[in-house]
C-alpha cells in the first residue's frame, strides 16, 4: 500500500514535480458549459438548415402543414410522385387520404384553400 502513491507519482512527473496547479472546479465548470453551448447552437443550425432534407435523396418532402390544434396538423407528404395526406399528433401519425390531383408546389397558395377545393368544399375568396 506504501507503494501505490510513489508509483502514482512517477506516473505522472508533472505531479511529482508539484509546480502545476489542477484546474479549479470554476475553469472546468466554463469549459464543459462552452461544450454544451456549443453542442446546442450545432444541433439547433442543423436543424434549421435544410441540409437534412437534401440528404434524404430528395424523395420524401413536406408539401404543405396546417395546424389543427396545439400540437395537432396536418400535413400533405410528397413520396415519390404520389400525395398523401397525414395527420400528425405527439402520440401517432396517421395515414388520411391519397390525393388525386396534387397540390401545385410552385404557386404559393393556403393549404386550407387547396385542401378545400380538393376535397369538393369551395371556399368563397
Given at each position: 500500500?506504501?507503494?501505490?502513491?510513489?508509483?502514482?507519482?512517477?506516473?505522472?512527473?508533472a505531479?511529482?514535480?508539484?509546480?502545476?496547479?489542477?484546474?479549479?472546479?470554476?475553469?472546468?465548470?466554463?469549459s464543459?458549459?462552452?461544450?454544451?453551448?456549443?453542442?446546442?447552437v450545432?444541433?439547433?443550425?442543423?436543424?434549421?438548415?435544410k441540409?437534412?432534407?437534401?440528404?434524404?435523396?430528395?424523395?420524401?418532402?413536406?408539401?404543405?402543414?396546417?395546424?389543427?390544434?396545439?400540437?395537432?396538423?396536418?400535413?400533405?407528404v410528397?413520396?415519390?410522385?404520389?400525395?398523401?395526406?397525414?395527420?400528425?399528433?405527439?402520440?401517432?401519425?396517421?395515414?388520411?387520404?391519397?390525393?388525386?390531383?396534387?397540390?401545385?408546389?410552385?404557386?404559393?397558395?393556403a393549404?386550407?384553400?387547396?385542401?378545400?377545393?380538393?376535397?369538393?368544399?369551395?371556399?368563397?375568396?
Open positions: 500500500m506504501n507503494l501505490v502513491f510513489p508509483l502514482l507519482l512517477l506516473s505522472f512527473p505531479l511529482a514535480e508539484g509546480g502545476v496547479n489542477p484546474p479549479s472546479i470554476t475553469s472546468w465548470l466554463l464543459s458549459l462552452m461544450v454544451i453551448g456549443l453542442i446546442l450545432l444541433g439547433f443550425l442543423l436543424k434549421k438548415s441540409l437534412t432534407q437534401v440528404m434524404g435523396g430528395g424523395q420524401m418532402k413536406v408539401i404543405a402543414t396546417l395546424p389543427v390544434g396545439y400540437k395537432e396538423k396536418l400535413m400533405v410528397k413520396v415519390g410522385e404520389q400525395q398523401l395526406l397525414i395527420g400528425v399528433t405527439p402520440q401517432q401519425v396517421n395515414f388520411l387520404y391519397r390525393l388525386e390531383q396534387p397540390l401545385d408546389e410552385s404557386q404559393p397558395q393549404f386550407s384553400q387547396q385542401l378545400g377545393k380538393l376535397m369538393g368544399k369551395h371556399e368563397k375568396s
